[in-house]
C-alpha cells in the first residue's frame, strides 16, 4: 500500500491554471499507476487522467483533454496534475489514487481499480 497526499488545491478564476501534486510514501517501489479523480457536491466521482508506473504513458479523460496535463516524477514518488484554462464546471474535490498491478497500455479511470486513496484537495473556480 501507499499513503497519498494531495497539494496544490485553491481559489481561481475561469480561465486560470492550477498544478495538484500527489506525494506517495509506503510501498513506493511497488508497480503502481496514479489516477487522479474528482467529485463535486452531488455528483458521481470522475476519472480525470492516469499515469504509469514509469510516466510514460497517461490517458486523459475527453472532459479535459488539451486542458489537464498529468505526469510523474519517479525520483520524488509524486504525480502532478496541470490544469489550465480552468472552468466553474472543474470544481470539485480532486483525489489521488494508487492502481496496483496496472499495465502501462490499459490505463484506467475506473475508480474501481485504484485501491488507495489520497483525502483531497479543494479546486474552486469562479
Known amino acids: 500500500h501507499v499513503q497519498l497526499v494531495e497539494s496544490g488545491g485553491g481559489s481561481v478564476q475561469a480561465g486560470g491554471s492550477l498544478k495538484l501534486s500527489c506525494a506517495a510514501s509506503?510501498?513506493?517501489?511497488?508497480?503502481?499507476?496514479l489516477g487522479w479523480f474528482r467529485q463535486a457536491p452531488g455528483k458521481e466521482r470522475e476519472g480525470v487522467a492516469a499515469?504509469?508506473?514509469?510516466?510514460?504513458?497517461?490517458l486523459v479523460a475527453d472532459s479535459v483533454k488539451g486542458r489537464f496535463t498529468i505526469s510523474r516524477d519517479r525520483a520524488k514518488n509524486t504525480a502532478y496534475l496541470q490544469m489550465n484554462s480552468l472552468k466553474p464546471e472543474d470544481a470539485a474535490m480532486y483525489y489521488c489514487?494508487?492502481?496496483?498491478?496496472?499495465?502501462?497500455?490499459?490505463?484506467?479511470?475506473?475508480?474501481?481499480?485504484?485501491?488507495?486513496w489520497g483525502q483531497g484537495t479543494q479546486v474552486t473556480v469562479s
Open positions: 489514487a494508487a492502481h496496483f498491478g496496472c499495465v502501462s497500455y490499459r490505463l484506467s479511470l475506473r475508480s474501481e481499480s485504484y485501491a488507495d
Open positions: 509506503g510501498d513506493t517501489d511497488s508497480n503502481y499507476c
Open positions: 499515469v504509469s508506473y514509469a510516466g510514460t504513458s497517461t
